[in-house]
């Protein structure tokens, strides 16, 4: 992922660099991604035989590197780190079998390296959320990296940043229970989508108003903590966030019907 910072006038072989640049983040990117399908499967292999000390010894290297990624100069290449990282966090995700034999708590870390070196990354801000708030159990520190990070963007500045704001809301709704806090953050995801003529903005905009005017008149509103849980059903990044969204909201007494395209459609229970 390329930052896309606002810049004064360039000249072109300003610009022939950053192209170059990117084109070399871009492959590398390609390729590591490549790389690392196999290494996952071995990762998973191993895992199911590792003891829990070895696991945890593997985890106390990993991190020991990524308190060094926070530290380190990049020299430029942040964007290269954060997308190391970010899919060293994947592999670490995705290895059920060690995750099974220990825990998700590493997962902020590997944000803290993600975010701080590429705060655009806006892709990366779901799988903050599932891994560290939802599985880890850590909605504090979830909610502490979305805010720190939130200091680097602006309304479309980097596309679809409003996104941030509400990922930012449902944390603090449904982990933390903060109803003044999520209200707000709505408040501003509602205000920052408003500034997109997309259409998908737009209708973001209404949900998010909408969510928090659920908050404002009942801060435990049934429909707003529903409507939380149908973001995060449209954000999940594996079948079991998916799968446990459908139940939270079915919990709740909300209904859920699949469509044809594979979006929902949802009944709030009437006597909200």
Known sequence: MVQHRPQSHWSYSAWRQLLLTSLVI???????????????QQLQTKSQTASVEAIQQDLAAEKLRLELLQKFPTFGFDNL????????FLQYFGDQ?????TDYSLSPEFFEVVLRRDP??????????TSASLYAGLPERSTQLMQSALQSLQPNVP?????VWRQLGIDQLLFLGD??????????AAEWAAQSSDPASQAAA???????????RNPNSTAAQITAWVMVLGNAPDDRTRQMAVQRIEALGGKLTRQPNGSYSIDFPSAN
Not at 120 to 129: E, T
């Open 206 to 216: 209404q949900i998010s108003q909408r969510t928090a005017d659920f908050l404002a």
């Open 97 to 101: 079998p060690a995750r099974q034999k």
């Open 179 to 188: 109803a003044a806090a999520a209200r707000h953050s709505f408040l501003m």
């Open 159 to 163: 596309p679809d940043s409003y996104t």
């Open 26 to 40: 871009l492959v590398c990117g390609a390729t590591i991604a490549w790389l690392q399908i196999p290494q996952l």
């Open 120 to 129: 655009y990354f806006i892709q990366a801000y779901p799988f903050l959320s």
């Open 81 to 88: 780190i954060a997308d190391w990282s970010f899919l060293s």
